[in-house]
C-alpha cells in the first residue's frame, strides 16, 4: 500500500493558486527528492504531509487514511533553520522525544527511566557522530552540527516518513556531502520513507529513488498567482546512476543552481 | 584620523569618561551648597555633604525614639518586602498568562483586547479604589505594584512567545508533544529569560508606584518617609534616602541580569550570534 497518496490536490491562497492537480503515491521506502523554482509552493506541499496546512480540494492520505491535520510523531520533519531548540542542550533535544512520550503530565523523566532514555538518546548522538557535543547547546554548534542533531531528534520517533525541507541548504559543500552519506547510510538502515525538498538538482539526483518537478503547466502573464504548480516530471532513479540526462537541457538549466558542482 | 564612531576609549579612559557625569553633578551640588551656606549657615535646601553623612549615620544605627527601631532599616525592610511581593507575584502572572495567550489561540482571542484595555487604565487613578477595597494595609500597596506592571510584563511574554519561530512549534508537535507539554517543555523555558528581562524593565516602573501608595498611606517605608519629612524640609533625610532607593534600583536590575545570565546560558550564547 502507498504510504503518501495525493489525489487531484489544490492549495490556494484566497484567490492565489500555489498548487494545482497534484496527483502522487510513493511507496513506503522511497526516497523521495522535490525540486521546482523558487516559490513554487514545494514547502506548502510539504506543509500538507505534516498536517500544517489542509489542501483546498482533493485528497490527502497517509497509509490509505486521510491525513491528520495536525502534525505528529508519524512524521518527521527536519526544517532549513529552527529544528532543534536553543534552550536545550544537544542531549536535551534528543531526550525531550522520549520525555514527551513518556511522562504526558510533567514531560520530564526521573530514575530509572531517565536513565534508559538517557542511553537511548546517546545512541542516536553517536549514530549521527555527535557525542562529543552532547552538552553543547545548538548556539555553540556549526550549522551542519546542528542539523544532524535536527535528524536524531526527528528519528529518536521512528517516523513513517522524514519530511525535510531543504535541510541543507544554509550549509558549505563540503559539509553538504557529509550529511548527504549520512542521510543516505539513515536511510538505508533504518528503511524509512523520506520526502525532501531541494533547490540543488544535482543532490535531488544523488540523494533520491524518485525525483519529483514542480512547475506551472499555465502561465497567466496579467495574474501571476491564476495557475498554481503541479508535478511535471516524476522520474524514478537508480542510486548511483547519472539520470539528469532524462529532463530537458531546459528544465535542467533552470533548476541547475549549483552547475558547477558537478565537475567538483 | 579615525572617524568618530570607529574611536573607542580603553578600559581605564573608559571608566573615567562613565565616573565624569557622576562627579560633575556631585562638585555642582558640593558648590551650590557651600555657597548658599555661606549666605545663611542654617539654609536647609541644600545640605552640605558633611550634614548628609551625619544625618545618614544617624537614621542607619539610631534607635527612633518614638517606636525603637532604626528608622532607614526598617522603611528598607517593609518598602523591599512590598515591592518584592508585588514583583514576584507579576512574575508568576504574567509568565502563566502571558505564555498561555502566546501560545493558544483561542485564550489569546478570549484575553488579549480586555488585558489590552485593562493596560490603558492609568493605575494611580485607580489607587483610591484600591485603599476603599483592600484597605490601607499592606495588600493595596501590593495590588497597585501588581496592576501597574503586570500588563506590560504579561503582553511582552505573549509577543515572546508568539515570536517562537512555528519551526520550533511543529517540530514539538512531531515529537508527540501535547499543548500542555509544549508549553511545559518550550514555551515557558525560552521565555523565562525574556521574563527577567521584562522584570528589569518595569522595575522602574515598580518603585514608582512603591513610592506613589507610600506617600498616600503608610506607617513605613522609604516612600512614606520621604514624603513625611518633607513637611519641615528636612532635605538631609531625603536627598540620602533617594540616593538610596537609587542604590538598591541599581542593584535589583544588577541582580536581575546576573541571574539571567546565570540561569540561561543558551540564552546569552544564543544572543551574540
Ligand atoms: N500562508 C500563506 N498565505 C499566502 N500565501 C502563501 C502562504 N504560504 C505560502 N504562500 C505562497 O505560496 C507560494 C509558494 O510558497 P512555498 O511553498 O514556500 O514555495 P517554495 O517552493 O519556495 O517552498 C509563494 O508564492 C508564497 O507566497
Ligand atoms: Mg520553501
Not at chain 1, 496527483?23 to 516559490?39: E, M, R, W
Not at chain 2, 519561530?165 to 521565555?191: F, Y
Request: net charge neutral; with cysteine; hydrophobic share 50%.
Amino acid at each position: 500500500m502507498n504510504i503518501i497518496e495525493a489525489r487531484g490536490l489544490w492549495k490556494e491562497y484566497g484567490c492565489d493558486t500555489v498548487l494545482e492537480d497534484v496527483y502522487l503515491s510513493v511507496a513506503p521506502g522511497d526516497f523521495v527528492t522535490v525540486v521546482g523554482a523558487s516559490g513554487c509552493g514545494k514547502s506548502t506541499f510539504l506543509r500538507m504531509l505534516l498536517g500544517e496546512e489542509t489542501p483546498t480540494r482533493g485528497q490527502l492520505r497517509l497509509d490509505g487514511a486521510p491525513m491528520p491535520d495536525e502534525p505528529g510523531p508519524d512524521r518527521g520533519v527536519v526544517f532549513q533553520r529552527y529544528s532543534v531548540f536553543p534552550h536545550l542542550t544537544a542531549l536535551g533535544n534528543v531526550l525531550l522525544a522520549e520525555e514527551l512520550a513518556r511522562a504526558p503530565l510533567i514531560a520530564r523523566l526521573l530514575g530509572r527511566p531517565r536513565r534508559d532514555a538517557l542511553a537511548r538518546a546517546r545512541e542516536m548522538l553517536e549514530r549521527v557522530g555527535l557525542t562529543n557535543a552532547a552538552h553543547k547547546y545548538p548556539s555553540q554548534l556549526s550549522g551542519g552540527m546542528q542539523q544532524r542533531l535536527a535528524i536524531a531528534q526527528a528519528l529518536m520517533k521512528n517516523p513513517r516518513v522524514l519530511l525535510l525541507d531543504e535541510p541543507f541548504g544554509a550549509l558549505d559543500p563540503g559539509i553538504r556531502k557529509d550529511m548527504h552519506a549520512l542521510i543516505l547510510e539513515l536511510w538505508e538502515r533504518l528503511d524509512i520513507t523520506i520526502f525532501m525538498v531541494t533547490h540543488d538538482l544535482k543532490e535531488g539526483f544523488d540523494l533520491g529513488t524518485r525525483l519529483l518537478v514542480f512547475d506551472k503547466v499555465r502561465h497567466d502573464p496579467h495574474a501571476p498567482g491564476a495557475y498554481g504548480a503541479t508535478i511535471t516530471y516524476d522520474i524514478p532513479l537508480e542510486h548511483g546512476a547519472r539520470a539528469a540526462e532524462r529532463l530537458p537541457a531546459s528544465v535542467r538549466s533552470e533548476l541547475s543552481s549549483t552547475p558547477d558542482e558537478e565537475s567538483a | 584620523m579615525k572617524r568618530l564612531i570607529n574611536q573607542r576609549p580603553g578600559r581605564v579612559l573608559g571608566s573615567t569618561l562613565a565616573l565624569l557625569p557622576f562627579a560633575l553633578v556631585l562638585l555642582a551640588y558640593v558648590a551650590a551648597s557651600a555657597a548658599r551656606l555661606a549666605d545663611n549657615p542654617d539654609d536647609k535646601l541644600l545640605p552640605s555633604l558633611m550634614t548628609m553623612a551625619d544625618a545618614l549615620v544617624r537614621l542607619a544605627t539610631e534607635p527612633s525614639r518614638r517606636t525603637g527601631e532604626i528608622l532607614l532599616w526598617a522603611d528598607t525592610a517593609a518598602s523591599l518586602a512590598r515591592l518584592l511581593t508585588g514583583v514576584a507575584i507579576s512574575m508568576m502572572l504574567a509568565l502563566a498568562v502571558g505564555t498561555a495567550t502566546g501560545l493558544i489561540p483561542y485564550l489569546r482571542r478570549t484575553l488579549s483586547p480586555f488585558l489590552a484595555a485593562l493596560a490603558m487604565i492609568p493605575p494611580l487613578a485607580i489607587l483610591p479604589i484600591l485603599f476603599i477595597a483592600f484597605g490601607v494595609g499592606e495588600l493595596s500597596k501590593v495590588v497597585l505594584i501588581v496592576f501597574g506592571i503586570l500588563p506590560f510584563m504579561m503582553r511582552d511574554l505573549q509577543q515572546r512567545v508568539e515570536e517562537i519561530p512555528g519551526e520550533q512549534i511543529v517540530k514539538a508537535q512531531t515529537l508527540g508533544g501535547s499543548t500542555w507539554q509544549i508549553l511545559l517543555r518550550v514555551a515557558i523555558p525560552q521565555t523565562l529569560p525574556r521574563l527577567f528581562d521584562a522584570t528589569r524593565l518595569s522595575l522602574g516602573a515598580a518603585w514608582l508606584f512603591l513610592i506613589a501608595a507610600e506617600a498616600i498611606a503608610a506607617e513605613q517605608g522609604l516612600g512614606y518617609r520621604i514624603f513625611l519629612v518633607r513637611r519641615y524640609l528636612d532635605m538631609q533625610t531625603i536627598l540620602p534616602y533617594v540616593a538610596w532607593i537609587t542604590l538598591l534600583a541599581f542593584t535589583l536590575n544588577g541582580l536581575l541580569r546576573r541571574l539571567n545570565y546565570w540561569l540561561f546560558p543558551w540564552y546569552a550564547t544564543g544572543r551574540a550570534k
